[in-house]
């Protein structure tokens, strides 16, 4: 099994060196269509080059994260069009995706949209990270994601793509069924899992071993667990109990046959940003695997060790 992290923010020289050392399969990384397309027909991947250049320069596998079509991430022109609810919002989306992994010929894995199940109870109502009537539809948010795996198909033949579901969300297996009967072009399936989201008990990890072996009975291809959390909040979310989180997490996945574990994010964010124009639940902004200074917790180590395997090497 495989373990990776997610990066929200830009990290430097030395923590890209400490993130190679940690022996990960795979560090996400955002190539935001924002970034690249600053007007409207303009094109430069200068800041998406900026972001990866102390990965690159460390030679930290990067696995890149096409869309998802949050409002933030969506450049300005695409949101005065009315974002989602365009009427070609979705080739516009799935050209994005493909211009952007076909700009990045060194990255060898790229992980399409995410979690599409809950684009509208949860990013759309709850969070408001999207935006538009449309992601209340299922068919829409199916075309979308086809739309958008064909494209990078036809950009980067030689990528592997990826696919992920909300598994803490009511009727996950019900999207996950058609999406097997539609036959999505998908080298892999990834699932969130955060059921500790309310409750601090680290056992509770055991469920995404359970997530893991539901999906495979569904889903012809490899499954994975591509986002996992725990809040450090408060006295009962606390760092030792999010290192045993994870440690539980990664057995009960491992146990049921998952091909990967990813934590996201690395480090906390410090306060909610009304820039960003949605609101952050606050157990999302303690999260990471370091606080926001960079201080390390104590799960961090952790998931070097697993990824590893070496309990007294740095840092132990």
Request: glycine residues 8%; aromatic residues 8%.
């Amino acid at each position: 099994m495989d373990f990776g992290l997610h990066l929200r923010r830009p990290v430097s020289a030395e923590e890209a060196a400490g993130l190679r050392r940690m022996g990960l399969s795979t560090v996400t990384v955002p190539l935001s269509w924002r970034w690249a397309e600053t007007r409207e027909g303009q094109w430069d991947l200068a800041s998406v080059d900026h972001f990866l250049a102390p990965l690159r320069a460390a030679d930290v596998p990067l696995q890149g994260s096409l869309g998802p079509a949050f409002t933030h991430w969506l450049p300005e022109h695409v949101v005065a069009q009315g974002s989602a609810d365009a009427a070609d919002f979705v080739p516009r989306l799935a050209a994005a995706c493909a211009r952007l992994a076909a700009g990045c010929p060194d990255i060898a894995v790229f992980r399409v949209e995410d979690a599409l199940n809950g684009a509208w109870l949860w990013d759309g109502l709850r969070t408001r990270r999207r935006r538009g009537r449309a992601w209340r539809d299922a068919g829409f948010r199916d075309d979308l994601l086809a739309a958008c795996l064909d494209a990078v198909r036809a950009a980067r033949p030689d990528a592997e793509l990826r696919i992920t579901l909300d598994a803490s969300l009511p009727g996950w297996r019900r999207t996950l069924r058609r999406w097997a009967s539609r036959g999505l072009a998908a080298d892999r399936l990834g699932l969130r899992v955060d059921p500790c989201r309310h409750l601090a008990d680290p056992a509770l990890a055991a469920r995404a071993g359970e997530a893991v072996a539901q999906a495979i009975a569904l889903w012809p291809g490899p499954v994975e667990v591509s986002h996992l959390t725990y809040s450090t909040r408060n006295a009962n979310f606390s760092p030792r109990r999010q290192r045993e989180f994870l440690v539980e997490a990664a057995r009960s996945a491992q146990e049921a046959g998952a091909a990967g574990l990813h934590w996201g994010p690395l480090r906390d964010q410090a306060w909610d940003d009304p820039m960003l124009g949605y609101w952050v639940p606050e157990r999302e902004r303690s999260v990471g695997l370091a606080y926001y200074d960079g201080t390390p917790k104590a799960a961090l180590d952790e998931l070097r060790v697993l990824s590893t395997g070496d309990r007294f090497g740095e840092g132990g």
